[in-house]
């Protein structure tokens, strides 16, 4: 991968970013749209700047090797599980979810000693349920399947 | 004077001393926990003091406030996640001080520089309360705009290595701030149909997100290493060049931390932020800063909890809040029939001294409470970074969702993790995005403010005194960096000439 | 180092427990950190037999949910209505401080909720017009079943000390739509009240929205903002102090906190009231018996003179509406305020 090659992808997202805020302007009340607009003004101009550098270093540099690939390979399975273990806590409540993901979560990272897992998971979990629901009042989500 | 031996009887009775100490406690832990926060400490408290003695109260709110504005800094250094925002310089600094084993003396460095900041913070609120009440009667729309945006300029010292991205970071961090209602219409802009948008982005979880989980992500490339190789943080003894050295930084630091916290628009992270960046044009060895630099811990640290006693004085003396705490400390002071203003230093003596003199003491106490934190956190280096970061990703999670109680907020943490790896691994800074978070809503608003108030003659901003000295000192704060890049280049040209 | 604090807590949280009154939170501070004076009466947790043992609410666990964060005005009003409220029903009220757009994501959990009548919400003046004033709001008027009123906060209209305005009169005189009217919030009561206020004298001001009564009131300290309405917990420290000058309250009669404030209406606008009501709403279906004991405990505290006064002291102006004529009130105030916020919307 080339070393400029983020930096392209990157402001090519931002453009698409940029955009779909533009598209939202016209509907703002005149007297707030001129802030906004002249933000949203030197936010495209720096970000085409960067597409521009960023595409004409990229002719001149070489390949490098890099441990992207691998480090993704773990890092966006565990975004996997964090999205999963989000989701869930709306629909099987926060304790079920919040043991589930702590165990899968340390068995991903492969913790050799189980039984400190599932100890440390359910400790964990009820202490921080039983802190925040008794003693700091705050209702934390119960779960809309159960 | 009377009073304030009133003051001391009263706080140095056994129960109150043991408030302090117990908010302490539980304060230092909120801001040690990544997700949870001064503010949040405050707020989750106030409803237990609603039966409590005013005095007794408002003391252990002021030791909630002060332990979590202070125990931000502990993971700050020991992992590199700040526990609150206002210890994000700490961090920088912090980090690079544990890798190279001198974990301990940076902690005890935070520990003496929060509690040296907070003790004349609350000496100022003491001593000269009504007096600097009068400057944040100055503090008028125009100054505000001109404080943000100052604010701002620190980007432009911190980014210097890669101005460009930094910039334009800040730039897109503004524009992001300008989600949700609109500060005149009420119009909610950009809200992509979502209506947990009409408020805008709620700047805590951003910053618990952008803080907390790229540490989490790069604990994950190696899961199986402690923090540290040697897992030990060395000796917490200081060095004497670490007092002799910066005293005057701490004295700066601390009374920028005072009148940052007099001014309603900024609080201890802006502080911490400012002060560091102070302290960096200070410097005789600036390329310290980064790699290590007590000078930086010592002012981001007096800094911030300088802000704990100077954003009480507008609210004791006129019943303007300075802070986000201190918003919710006049609520407290409301419900218990102690109203801030002038008549509360007449009327309600005996409460108002005991919470001086106790926050005083609190900010003395803090420093054997925060020496046992340090020394029990220093265990966090040996555990394996596979239940740190998942310990983490709990904390931040539930920690987030208390903030505002609800899981929009906790899907914003998450994507804003995200993002902030993303940045962080291909070298966007992400300090401008806490900094054009927390100041742009106020930027806009003030700015808005003014142009109503001076329509079609802006330039009379001008003759207000306070004002034009704000727009001057966020020029030169401009300048001065671009000033010693040039300059700088100019010298690497003439011995590339030579 | 963790564990042991939370331990600590645990602990505290146990000895609850054990004194039978459960996971109440206002009993959880003295226990906490043990006290010696605290009021009696507050820290009495019902643990007695409550006044009404057998009413659908006896024992049970009711969710409020104020939109708005803990201290302020309204969190402050609600607490305290809620703890008396406790005793009246026997059962254990907890405030849930849902914060962020302008309270409308606190409202939409509460259209979302079960309305078995297990979950209330806190609701004032323009709350019912939210899917109007608000883009992408979720609910609307229909959502909430009104339940009943519990407070009517009046404003005070103070002048900066620089603008020379001492009175009404002079208040009125300045009205040549360039003095600057500050207003706390873009589409709250503030701007309603000026919109009355101006409809009631004729006289116009230049509209100047801030993000809060705090900095209104420090802009008239300063001279920067020449009017404001903030409400009296707010104002009273400015007046005080001297820094600004009170010119009149908006409600009917004088108050006891300022007795010194002539209203607006004894000033010569006979029938000028306008007033920030508190109010509590179910989502909408909820059991109507339910809703009417509730409001009945409301209206039983009220009554409570004790309250009143402690109201008061925090700047809360009790006025209860029971649950039938809120009913009517609620839709009034919903059509009363449409009608403002689509003549003046394009301002």
């Keep these: ?146 | 004077m009377e009073n304030i031996l009133i003051g001391f009887a009263n706080v140095l009775q056994p129960m109150n001393l043991l408030i302090c100490l117990g908010g302490l406690f539980v304060g230092v832990l909120f801001g040690a926990l990544p997700g949870f926060s001064a503010t949040m400490a405050v707020a989750i408290f106030v409803p237990f003091t609603y039966v409590m003695e005013p005095g007794a109260a408002l003391l252990l709110l002021s030791a909630l406030y002060c332990g979590g504005v202070y125990g931000g800094s502990i993971p700050a250094v020991l992992v590199g996640i700040p526990g609150t925002p206002a210890s994000a310089p700490t961090a920088w600094e912090g980090k690079a001080l544990v890798k190279k084993g001198e974990g301990g003396r940076a902690l005890h460095l935070v520990t003496l520089a929060s509690c040296f900041g907070g003790f004349w913070s609350s000496i100022a609120l003491l001593v000269c309360a009504p007096l600097l009440a009068k400057i944040a009667k100055m503090v008028g729309q125009p100054e505000q705009m001109f404080v943000a945006i100052f604010g701002l300029s620190v980007v432009v010292m911190l980014a210097q290595d890669n101005l460009f991205k930094g910039c334009m970071v800040a730039f897109i961090s503004l524009l992001l701030a300008t989600f949700g209602q609109d500060p005149v219409e009420g119009f909610p802009r950009f809200t992509y149909g979502f209506s947990e948008l009409t408020g805008g982005f709620s700047v805590v979880p951003v910053l618990i997100g952008l803080f907390s989980l790229p540490e989490v992500f790069k604990m994950l490339e190696d899961p199986f290493g402690k923090m540290t190789e040697s897992g030990k943080v060395g000796s917490m003894k200081l060095r004497a060049t670490d007092i002799t050295n910066n005293i005057g930084n701490a004295i700066r630091s601390t009374i920028w931390g005072v009148v940052i916290g007099i001014i309603p628009a900024a609080g201890p992270d802006i502080a911490a932020f400012l002060c560091y960046n102070e302290a960096k044009k200070a410097s005789k060895h600036p390329e310290e800063f980064g790699n290590g630099s007590p000078d930086g811990i010592v002012a981001a640290e007096s800094g911030n909890n300088g802000v704990t006693g100077g954003s009480l004085i507008p609210l004791l003396t006129l019943g303007i809040p300075g802070s986000a705490p201190a918003a919710i400390f006049l609520g407290a002071m409301i419900i218990h029939g102690v109203r801030p203003g002038p008549t509360l230093f007449t009327q309600h003596a005996d409460t108002v001294y005991t919470m001086i003199i106790g926050f005083a003491l609190i900010n003395l106490l803090m420093y054997f409470v925060g020496m046992f934190f340090c020394k029990c956190g220093s265990l966090i280096l040996i555990i394996p970074k596979s239940i740190l970061a998942t310990v983490i990703v709990v904390l931040a999670t539930v920690g987030t969702f208390a903030t505002n109680k609800n899981m929009f907020d906790v899907w914003v943490m998450f994507a804003a993790g995200v993002i902030g790896y993303i940045m962080e691994r291909n070298k966007f800074p992400t300090a401008p995005v806490a900094l054009a978070l927390l100041l742009g809503t106020t930027m806009e608003k003030s700015m808005s403010l003014t142009r109503t108030m001076y329509e079609g003659e802006l330039h009379m901003v001008l003759t207000r005194p306070l004002a034009l000295a704000l727009l001057l000192l966020t020029v030169f704060s401009f300048a001065f960096p671009l000033i010693k890049i040039w300059r700088t280049n100019q010298k690497e040209k003439l011995r590339s000439n030579d | 180092m963790k564990k042991k604090s939370l331990a600590l807590l645990m602990a505290a949280a146990m000895v609850l427990g054990l004194a039978g009154c459960g996971a109440k939170e206002e009993a959880a501070a003295p226990a906490e950190t043990p006290k010696t004076e605290a009021p009696a009466e507050k820290t009495e947790a019902p643990a007695a037999p409550a006044a009404n043992a057998d009413g659908f609410y006896a024992g049970k666990t009711v969710e409020m949910i104020v939109p708005w964060g803990a201290g302020g005005g309204a969190d402050v009003a609600c607490r305290l209505i809620c703890a008396e409220m406790e005793k009246e029903l026997g059962c254990t009220i907890v405030i849930n401080n849902v914060t962020g757009g302008g309270g409308s994501i606190g409202l939409a959990q509460l259209a979302e909720a079960n309305a078995d009548g297990m979950t209330y919400a806190y609701f004032a003046n323009t709350d019912s017009n939210g899917d109007i004033m608000l883009q992408g709001v979720p609910y609307n008027k229909d959502s909430f079943a009104p339940v009943c009123k519990f407070a009517a906060d009046p404003h005070i209209i103070l002048a900066s000390n620089a603008s020379g305005i001492t009175d009404l009169k002079g208040l009125i005189d300045a009205g040549d739509g360039k003095t600057l009217w500050g207003i706390g919030g873009a589409w709250t009561h503030w701007d309603f009240l000026k919109l009355e206020f101006q409809d009631a004298t004729g006289a116009s001001y230049k509209r100047m929205v801030y993000d809060g009564g705090a900095s209104v009131i420090t802009d008239i300290m300063n001279g920067d903002c020449t009017v404001g309405t903030p409400f009296v917990s707010e104002a009273l420290a400015a007046i005080d102090a001297g820094e600004a000058v009170a010119i009149a309250i908006t409600s009917a009669e004088r108050i006891d906190a300022c007795p010194d404030i002539p209203t607006v209406a004894e000033l010569g606008y006979e029938g000028f009231e306008s007033t920030m009501w508190r109010g509590f709403v179910a989502p909408a279906g909820t059991p109507e018996d339910a809703m009417r004991e509730f409001a009945d405990a409301a209206g039983a505290v009220c009554a409570k003179a004790e309250f009143v006064a402690a109201a008061a002291e925090a700047g809360v102006t009790v006025d209860y509406t029971g649950f039938d004529d809120f009913q009517t009130f609620y839709a009034e105030n919903h059509e009363s305020v449409k009608a403002y916020f689509e003549a003046n919307k394009d301002m």
């Design chain 1, 1 to 146: 991968m080339k070393k400029s090659f983020p930096d392209m992808i990157i402001s090519i997202v931002l453009l698409a970013f940029l955009t779909s805020m533009a598209v939202q302007v016209p509907a703002i009340p005149d007297v707030s749209k001129g802030y906004p607009i002249f933000l949203l003004g030197i936010s495209y101009l720096m970000t085409i700047v960067l597409l521009l550098k960023s595409v004409s270093r990229m002719k001149l540099e070489e390949k490098q090797e890099t441990k992207v690939v691998e480090q993704a390979k773990v890092i966006i399975p565990y975004c996997g599980l964090i999205t999963v273990y989000l989701f869930m806590m709306t629909k099987i409540g926060y304790v079920v979810s919040t043991i589930a993901f702590m165990i899968i979560s340390l068995l991903y990272l492969r913790l050799k000693n189980k039984v400190l897992m599932v100890i440390l998971s359910v400790v964990t979990t009820a202490l921080i349920y039983f802190v925040f629901t008794n003693f700091l009042v705050v209702i934390l989500p119960r779960g809309s399947w159960l």
